[in-house]
């Protein structure tokens, strides 16, 4: 057995491992709210005993109505309605780096939980749910968030007092300004030359 087929074998073991750990905290999860259930209507079954006797007492009324809030998933029962919180244990979700335990598919770092490069490059991207951390770091606003910083600093370093990290908004104006200046810049030398294009010509 080679090194890649040990780490693969231990990183299968231990996905193993995580799972049936999962499987038994849901389970005992289970059982407690069912002991708790139990308890609630025998204790509800002997306050009904009690109030037969006695005359029927407002503050045992109210009581047993705040204890059935307790449990919320019985106030459902009729619609099987299963409410489920998301917990650190979601064993379904497969962890980025368990999708290809290939030695020599991307790299994980396990510092930052960072992988920079896409896990699965040969699948087909419309199945796949997890890309690289690449790939939203060059698109949407993260994009866009990176060419304000760069032009930040370029405009820092010609002079401008300009901080992308003290003022965000300040920057980010200065960005859309240049880049209006730009625009403009762009249509006057091409009407100028347009200008002097048609004088050439007569």
């Known amino acids: 057995m080679d090194g890649a087929d040990l780490i693969r074998a231990l990183l299968e073991f231990i996905y193993a491992q995580r799972f049936r750990i999962c499987y038994h905290q849901d389970a005992q999860k289970k059982y407690l709210k069912e002991q708790q259930i139990k308890k609630l209507e025998e204790k509800n079954n002997s306050q009904e005993g009690n109030d037969a006797t006695s005359d029927g007492g407002e503050e045992d009324d109210d009581l047993r109505v705040d204890e059935a809030k307790v449990d919320e998933s019985r106030q459902m029962d009729f619609a099987k309605v299963e409410k489920r919180v998301r917990t650190s244990c979601g064993c379904k979700d497969t962890e980025k780096y368990m999708l290809n335990l290939d030695i020599n598919s991307a790299h994980y770092d396990p510092e930052t939980r960072s992988m920079r490069?896409?896990?699965?490059?040969?699948?087909?991207?419309?199945?796949?749910?997890?890309?690289?951390?690449?790939?939203?770091?060059?698109?949407?606003?993260?994009?866009?968030?990176?060419?304000?910083?760069?032009?930040?600093?370029?405009?820092?370093?010609?002079?401008?007092?300009?901080?992308?990290?003290?003022?965000?908004?300040?920057?980010?104006?200065?960005?859309?300004?240049?880049?209006?200046?730009?625009?403009?810049?762009?249509?006057?030398?091409?009407?100028?030359?347009?200008?002097?294009?048609?004088?050439?010509?007569?």
């Not at 770091?137 to 760069?150: H, P, T, V």
């Not at 104006?173 to 030398?189: D, I, M, P, S």
């Open 117 to 202: 490069e896409d896990p699965l490059p040969d699948a087909d991207p419309n199945d796949k749910f997890y890309l690289g951390d690449n790939q939203y770091r060059n698109s949407g606003q993260a994009l866009e968030f990176k060419q304000i910083n760069i032009h930040s600093w370029e405009a820092f370093d010609k002079g401008q007092d300009i901080h992308m990290q003290a003022a965000p908004s300040q920057a980010e104006l200065l960005y859309k300004n240049f880049k209006v200046a730009k625009h403009n810049l762009k249509t006057q030398t091409k009407d100028h030359g347009e200008v002097w294009e048609c004088f050439y010509r007569r």
